[in-house]
């Protein structure tokens, strides 16, 4: 005989960490019922008014799992709206509505709620057709509460271990997919450890670094940077470690051929439960923008140090204003960039300038052709000069005009010159 008691043998049920809820639910039902002496066991589930047996011990053909009533018509009702447990010694004379009595016909009865996550989540009862004839006692009242937390205590834990599965296998597609597409990708896709060592690395470093993805996983990621990238990509990763994000940092990698590629680094944390436990990124090989831009800028630079003066007009806009002047643009006529770009060139114009002269100039700008002429302009002070102003359109690769490029050189010495030979 087992001399366990119901308590422990309740404790034993719950403690075991293998099958599943509904298992451990109806060998509790049995324990009960042989605790209470009664032979119908039942846990619930309460929801939208009406009541659905989940478990059941007992030969009662009403009271089978996926068994189900409007709540109105359940001996559970009542026990939603006590206090603690609700013991019935004989229903005839108790709170029990007639309607339930008349469909189950259960003379005793004895239920609790069951919690879960702090809201009522249904009800365990256990009840006979016959009458009792004494009460039930204060240790009977609390093993039924007992129970009770007991199972919802378990019902709580499935469903809290169903969300972990469900999280777990969210997080395994997400990964599935994050690798598919880094494996796809042009760019290099990566993963960062919390002791700054990478994890995973997509094979785009193969072809933008020269490296095998064996080369890199598992090894710190500032050992393929150049030195001063080195500490800027530190510094970011520390802050990356405290939550926050960067965007658009410019790295140096070291190519397994000794050369230097440029790399566009986005980063943000990843994060369990509230806590960084990693760095994820996309690494992008800007190498040949950087020299795009690096010849841009010496293009750039020579334009504003050249000696002539250098201005491009946009035709798109009305009345075909100037979008851009070097320094020579600035010496030759006195006009600073503020002053001159957003206006048209005719605003040099003055009285001496010659209308025939000025109508060639536009006529070769609406026939979009090339052409030199030399009139006269005035510098910002009023003073007069000769200036001598070629005018090129540019086309894009469709042949259709983008801008005007004009170049102004100042012929004024030349002029008196040729006047004083005459």
């Known amino acids: 005989m087992d001399s366990t008691s119901p308590r422990e043998r309740l404790y034993e049920v719950f403690a075991d960490t293998a099958g599943d809820v509904e298992t451990k639910v109806d060998r509790a039902l049995e324990i009960g019922s042989d605790y209470f002496d009664l032979p119908v066991g039942f846990f619930t589930r309460v929801d939208d008014g009406r009541q659905t047996i989940v478990c059941a011990v007992g030969d009662h053909q009403l009271i089978q799992p996926g068994g189900t009533c409007p709540l109105e018509d359940a001996y559970c009702r009542r026990t939603l709206d006590a206090e603690g447990v609700l013991a019935v010694q004989d229903v005839s004379v108790s709170s029990i509505p007639q309607r339930a009595v008349d469909v189950f016909g259960l003379g005793t009865y004895i239920g609790a709620k069951v919690v879960v996550d702090d809201e009522v989540y249904g009800t365990v009862c256990f009840a006979a057709e016959e009458t009792r004839d004494r009460p039930f006692s204060e240790a009977q009242e609390l093993f039924l509460e007992l129970l009770a937390k007991l199972v919802g205590m378990a019902v709580e834990r499935r469903a809290y271990e169903h969300e972990i599965e469900a999280r777990n296998e969210r997080l395994r597609r997400e990964k599935q997919r994050f690798e598919g597409i880094a494996e796809n990708s042009f760019d290099i896709l990566f993963r960062v450890g919390t002791d700054g060592e990478f994890t995973y690395v997509s094979s785009a470093v193969e072809t933008i670094l020269g490296y095998p993805t064996t080369a890199l996983t598992g090894e710190p990621f500032f050992e393929f940077l150049t030195e001063s990238s080195a ?43 509230g806590d960084v436990v990693g760095v994820q990124g996309v690494g992008r090989d800007i190498t040949a923008r950087k020299e795009q831009e690096r010849e841009l800028r010496i293009k750039n630079r020579a334009m504003d140090e050249a000696a002539v003066g250098i201005s491009i007009a946009d035709p798109h806009q009305p009345d075909e204003p ?93 002029r008196r010159t040729e006047k004083l030979i005459e």
């Open 322 to 414: 100037l979008v851009y002047v070097n320094k020579g643009f600035e010496r030759i006529t006195g006009y600073d960039a503020e002053a001159a770009v957003g206006r048209n060139c005719r605003f040099l114009q003055g009285p001496a300038t010659d209308p025939e002269a000025a109508s060639r100039f536009r006529a070769a700008i609406e026939r979009e052709e090339a052409t030199t002429v030399e009139l006269i302009n005035y510098r910002r002070d009023g003073t007069p000069f000769w200036n001598r102003v070629q005018i090129n359109p540019v086309f894009d690769e469709a042949g259709d005009l983008t801008h005007y490029l004009g170049f102004q050189s100042d012929v004024t010495e030349r």
């Open 231 to 273: 500490s800027v990509a530190i510094s970011a990763y520390a802050d990356l470690l405290e939550g926050e994000e960067r965007e658009g940092l410019e790295l140096d990698f070291h190519t397994a051929g000794g050369e230097v590629v440029v790399l566009e680094v986005n980063a943000t944390p990843i994060t369990k439960d």
